[in-house]
């Protein structure tokens, strides 16, 4: 493949030819140029209008608006339509809509609202794509193609009849002998024993809990299934495209990020954070860069100002802050940064969502942000052009069956996707750089992996690890991790299974430790341990914290192995426990100062490190000609302070800056390019 | 027709003939006489007493009663039972069930269980109001007939198979072509487009949010077809009866209730507000008077102690509480006062409701009340005599319509009622008569109108404002009002569409303020502002209120516009925005104080004005012979102060009170006719 | 039959022989003996491993688990497995299936998902137990049956088809003719009225609240026929063994235990209470006792240290407390105490729960508990043997039917579990020896008797208490009793109904004094009263507690009748209203102590009294060849001090305790003999 969009950067929003007036489009392409876009992204639900009738296609729409976008040198994303049905596939078809859990069948007038598994949804839906990628597979107005749009936001795994059937031929194909299945899902339990196949009933409602194993299954069904649809229709656009595909993910959404994007091109997010939860928004590119065949990853979706809708308003972002979004999107080595829409909304549901321009046409208050960032982004593209991000020091485990693990077993309280956001916001707050990865990621690029919340470690994936400690990698691993099996349950023969080797440790005893009054001590921090626990002896790891009372009085709950030959060149460092979940700042804080500072026995050997500036300055190293170059924006809403260790110049505004101390405003951002004093 | 009740006013209870034996009726009877009681209402849950097997009917029941009642001097409003059907009419047809939006058939054994919609529910309840209407439309025990009970109090809109049929039926008739509708109800968002009328689905569940046109379309549709129900029933009572016919509303149903009472004679309501919410009591008689031919109303039901069910016990009021209601009841000019029920329930489910008596006959907590207020009654009677009410300056348009439109977009937290409620407090409790006036009412009689929260202004409302705002009336209109069309979309030529020119702005921004760090000032007040705002530009108003901060400073959030050919001789005042609602008393206090307040350049087109003593002192004014009655009531659990400007004669006491200031204890009355000094 | 297992008193464990491998039942066996541990329960959940196949039967896994327990000594509780019916029960048959109110059928992968009142289901029961029955009804290695597990813990009353035939059917049994159902329910209230026993609806949902007496009767069912099935279940086993029967029963449960325990042996149930919430552990052994043929009980489910599932985490017991549980266990009678379970789960969905074992093998946090408690038992049993335990003075009403009449009338909060352990928990806390009994129960061994919160008193009940007054007995009866009939309605002659005249009252006025300003006095006590209340004069009885002010000022809201016939030797104490049920500390210790003080006009009828330390201590008398033994147990977290009156021999170290006072340490215990001085 080409380089992706032959390098450009993309900057643009979300058109909707099927819902505005010819001439209103014009003269939004209009203003999309004079605003400096150079992308839009158009039907992600234009089924209706493409195919009113069944079978009876017209794709002149989509023509007439390419036409008038290329006419302002505007190119496009075109998507597949399938998220929105046309009323025909479902009206008098109960079985072909989406059911919930509690046999709910969810009807048209929404979205997302058809079974995706079933057949004849499948059918049409390869039609119109089909349709769509011969007509413009290679259309040189269009440059990429966008499956679908952000699978399962809405719904999670389907209970349609249609399911039940699939459901079971999947466990058959996966289990092949019932007997097999019976005996990995422990159904011994309870009589719940299946004889064949096709009587494993859906998680629907029982009087109590369902078996874990048959849970953590059905999540697997439901990704796997969406995921081969998104295969199904890659396929078929790639028989008549090389454009490059993409879907629109999100961390909210139930998907298993790592098998949807191996058969697509680059990825693609949404991200409606408010300002204060600006971490939120580097999540994203922390995290999806690590998809998709290209490595790259765009924003396809944010909003100028605010989102929401007519059942809860979002707030407007603070004054600069959609610009320091641009600015970290691009320093992070994003490709694209799309508004979510263009023009806003008349009528639908989403009415109150912000855009560049209101429904009458006039600037709406985010109409000043999309255009300092059309200028700011035609002064950033010099500035990037040959150069390169380089990768933190640090990476974080962020696996999406880690998060299927923590929604079958929340024990009360816990949410994978809060914890994550948890340890991920400290990094941040600590202005350490970080990315976060998937379990297939290459870690050949990071000093140290944390990998916290994983209650199952595959094979695989402990192997990848071990070979990278043994390489010279700091391995932080857990808490909860590592104590069930692939299908949620204990191990049989040990606490920890297979890790307690590699970590140097024996598991003694495993425990939800709230309440029960257990204290312990590391590195100087004293204080009371909660969770679901696994406290340890050392066989060749040493003890780095220990716990001072409670039923674990005497074990450890943090160990440090090293210098064994499983450990090689790195080291494992086990935390078993910790104060409620990542919550205990000082605690965290001397986790992570320990497992990430160097030292004579652990040098890093990455060499670039960021200034740590806090306080809201994020920070994104590039370099360029042998030049590092510090990518610094504040993303709070007070002024930070930093000190640079060198002289720089500051390339935005093309100005010497001596080392020293600076001062940086909310929502202003620098490029410090390191010179010879 | 002639006077309602030939003048009479009625004081009185509801009674049950079914549930208690004859002797206990008559007791009942004799004891509702001796308390100087003349009213009884009966039947509205009688119907399979009266028709214990399908087509059986045998109205003895009711006959043996009217007698019980006419012995003692007792007359009665009559009730069709429709609003519980007997078992027949439901049992095996599952189909004749009221249906909610996720499809559960709501069954036999409470109230409103079936579909008002249906046609054989239709057919049986003619029958039975025939039977009724037939044999009492002309007996001179009955006084008055009264629909059903408290239309829509349990249920919303029906999803039965049935009512998914008139919908589609219903849409047709209203818009003829699908094309139509599609284009009205923007359903091009989201490829809802409809081919066909039928296909249209209820707002039942889906995976995301229904189209806003579609759930205001079905409000509409739920609303109109129970007062088609309400017209099919007054028009067979009519064939045989020239009697008024009511219905019973209230606050809290999900009804219009100026299409109901269109066909209806007088307005009735049911209130069961706790002591503190006094407030709540009154709306009711500010409100419920501007429906029916009549123009006159009475309260049907109310607690002679405490409200409450085997699921909630209300708290007792207060001695003095109840009696206070009746003052407030007739001084405000409403024409009946009716306990609910006599005798407490035995059984049921709402046995811990209070009464008059108890279920074994002694009397209640409530029963000295009841005894006080019907001496307080014959003493009010001849004052109230020859008497008028005095209408207020100020109206509050309180619509159905706007109440569906915040239904359909609360944006996280608005419910109309209860904004409402908020606006209408502050008048209560700064002692300021006013008005709640359905969109359709007369304008005449007012000097200002409020009209907060309405997202959608008919034109002809628009227009018949218009023309009262260029006849010298005052117009404070907003926030939250004039910004969507008929079908809940943004205007797409201008942010408040055709308001903008009788308010003479432009709106320029429409945003959620909340969170946006938007701060203004207006006469000297200076805060936040939050919700859904419009922020303008003048043409020819002036600017009263400025925004200083945020997205839209600069900007103005409260105008005014006159002396233009649009306002005449009146004027309107626009509030683009307000701190949460009317929450801020400050600044709620002076837009008030600004509109209500008369100058030279708004002379006050009424000549009476409340006292305004404020502190729980309710006040009624009357005129009597030329002379000007204030009827004032403290509702409060405080003694209040108030000073009278002239000298008066209390009439209760027939005593004088010469100008100064007075003490008024909790719960007690006075009526100060003014007389020459 | 003989003594129940032989005098032999029970500790040990539940064992899955279905979900472990033989070797792991041999080395858990292994282990349970060297904890001193001689029973295992086995096979509640075994079905589908005994009949993989419908009809294919073999029971050798059962066998072998019997095998290798008798060959270490432990005898087997077995139960029959019918809680969790095969996958073959229930696949492709939903009307087998136990359906909810709103009509969802709970499907099979969890447990109590069968209609027990279904046809086929109960034959293949009879079937599957019958079989057990034959092959081990009379084998030495077992000692007693256990039916089924935890009726109802899951579900309430169903809602399936055939339920809705056989309530019909039950109700024609009961009432025989319509009319006097009509009659008894009211059903005139709402035009309820039915035609015939097969219109009766389940109470399913409706769109505003059901008649109580359906709830009531719908209740009564669903617990009649749960009862049924274990007694057919009883008499199949009964049929071929002479071995006790039991069910593992407990508080949080649907059941009516005194309709299910008359057909069986010996009561048992099941407590998971953490620590602080320990007087809910006590419930148990001051209630269950008083059920079954032998009025004997066993624990048969507790944790070692914590419950939970992967929904809900427990907190682990602070060291200690388990043993003090098990001292206090056999120091109240019990005969039996066992863990669950004995090995922690792999799979299912229990994983989290704490055992005796690991999944893997190891020890627990909860071993070392499980092994003192071994060593324990076995100093007890020499100390138990030839003892027995004193009734305690004071006994407590704890009624099934009173717990369904507050579950049908909340009044917005009120819950009979809770209300009633808020009462049972000021007696523990106050040191006071009390019993908790059914309706049923004998009181001839109580001084003392309260009955609270008992909306309906059956006239059997009233008579059998109000001999037991005459015959010197003390009745603190109330608040919220005896003012509904069977149907849960008022009654039509007198507030309270018969309870007037032994208590010596006229009830005058009954209503929710909550927010009614309603004050009062009592022994020196001032203060507010709340919730449904009565208010009385006196006839015979004299005014105890007198209300202040209110809408009852001047009425008694606590009286006591003594001296007169109808009490002849005793007293009743009736108590109108409190302040927010048992809620008030104060007022609450002056009427247990009132009620439950000797003096020399009510003499105390038993001798013994507890010391009343308090503090966490809890106290069983116990009577050995004349002497008196205090069992006392500090089942509090901090340290507590006790007064001993006489000179005592502490049994379990054999050492002298001399009169004076002592401090007990938090879950230490000591058994105090008295001896001469």
């Known amino acids: 493949m080409a380089e992706l969009f032959d390098g450009r950067l993309l900057y643009g929003a979300a058109l909707y030819p099927e819902v505005w007036d010819k001439n209103i489009v014009a003269s939004d392409a209009a203003l999309m140029a004079k605003l400096g876009m150079n992308v839009a992204r158009m039907g992600e639900f234009i089924w209706s209008a493409l195919e009113p009738d069944e079978g009876r296609i017209d794709l002149s729409i989509l023509h007439d608006a390419l036409n008038i976008l290329d006419d302002h040198g505007i190119a496009t994303i075109l998507c597949t339509p399938t998220v929105t049905p046309p009323i025909w596939l479902t009206h008098g078809h109960q079985g072909r809509l989406h059911h919930t859990a509690d046999g709910t069948a969810l009807g048209h007038g929404s979205r997302q609202h058809v079974c995706t598994n079933g057949a004849y949804f499948r059918e049409r839906a390869a039609i119109i794509t089909g349709a769509l990628a011969r007509e413009f597979g290679q259309d040189r107005r269009v440059i990429s193609w966008q499956l679908d749009n952000e699978f399962k936001s809405h719904v999670g795994g389907c209970h349609c009849p249609s399911c039940r059937d699939l459901w079971g031929q999947w466990l058959e194909a996966k289990y092949q002998d019932i007997a097999q299945l019976n005996e990995q899902w422990s159904t011994a339990v309870w009589s719940e024993t299946y004889q064949s196949f096709d009587q494993i009933p859906l998680p629907a409602p029982t009087p109590f809990l369902h078996n874990t194993a048959l849970m953590t299954a059905f999540n697997d069904f439901s990704q796997v299934k969406i995921n081969e649809f998104a295969a199904e229709q890659s396929r078929i656009i790639r028989a008549h495209s090389e454009l490059p595909i993409t879907h629109n993910s999100g961390f909210g959404f139930d998907l298993d990020n790592q098998g949807l994007y191996s058969n697509l091109d680059y990825s693609s997010f949404d991200t409606y954070p408010a300002a204060p939860n600006y971490p939120a928004f580097l999540m994203n590119l922390d995290y999806f860069p690590h998809f998709g065949a290209s490595g790259k990853t765009i924003l396809m979706e944010t909003s100028t100002s605010h989102g929401g809708s007519i059942a809860n308003y979002g707030s407007p972002h603070p004054a600069g802050f959609v610009e320091a979004e641009i600015f970290a999107n691009f320093a992070a080595g994003s490709k694209g940064f799309l508004f979510w829409p263009f023009r806003q909304h008349c009528g639908g549901s989403e009415q109150p969502h912000g855009a560049v321009v209101s429904p009458w046409g006039a600037p709406t208050i985010g109409f000043s942000s999309a255009a300092r960032g059309g200028e700011l982004l035609a002064q950033l593209e010099t500035i990037l052009t040959g150069g390169e991000t380089l990768p933190p020091r640090v990476a974080i485990t962020y696996s999406d069956r880690a998060k299927t693990a923590l929604s079958v077993e929340p024990g ?60 010279g990698g700091t391995w932080l691993v857990g808490p909860g991790t590592a104590d069930r099996d692939a299908h949620h349950r204990w191990h049989s023969d040990a606490a920890l299974g297979a890790l307690e080797s590699i970590a140097g440790v024996r598991g003694v005893l495993a425990f939800p430790a709230t309440g029960s009054g257990t204290s312990a001590e590391f590195l100087g921090w004293q204080g009371g341990l909660d969770g679901m626990s696994t406290f340890m002896e050392c066989t060749t790891a040493r003890p780095l914290g220990m716990v001072r009372s409670g039923p674990a009085a005497g074990l450890a709950f943090v160990t440090e192995n090293q ?64 030049r ?19 002289p720089t110049t500051e390339l935005l505004s093309n100005t010497n800056m001596n080392a020293g101390k600076y001062r940086l405003e909310p929502y202003t951002y620098i490029i410090a390019e390191e010179r010879n004093a």
Chains 1, 2, 3 share one sequence.
């Open 412 to 471: 009360g309280k816990l949410d994978y996707r809060g914890v994550l956001s948890g340890i991920h916001r400290r990094f941040v707050e600590a202005g350490i750089g970080r990315a976060l990865i998937p379990e297939g990621a290459s870690l050949d690029a990071y000093d140290v992996l944390l990998t916290p919340y994983a209650h199952h470690l595959d094979p695989e994936f402990l192997e990848r690890v071990s070979d990278w400690v043994r390489a």
């Open 563 to 626: 210098g064994t030959p499983e450990t090689g060149d790195g080291r494992v460092i086990l935390v078993g426990s910790l104060p409620d979940g990542f919550e205990d700042p000082l605690l965290v804080d001397l986790l992570i100062g320990y497992a990430t500072t160097p030292s004579k026995t652990w040098p890093a050997r990455t060499e670039a490190r960021e200034l740590g500036a806090g306080g809201g300055v994020v920070e994104y190293l590039r370099r360029k000609k042998g």
């Open 628 to 646: 590092l170059q510090r990518w610094l924006v504040n993303m709070s809403d007070t002024t930070a302070e930093l000190e640079l260790p060198f």
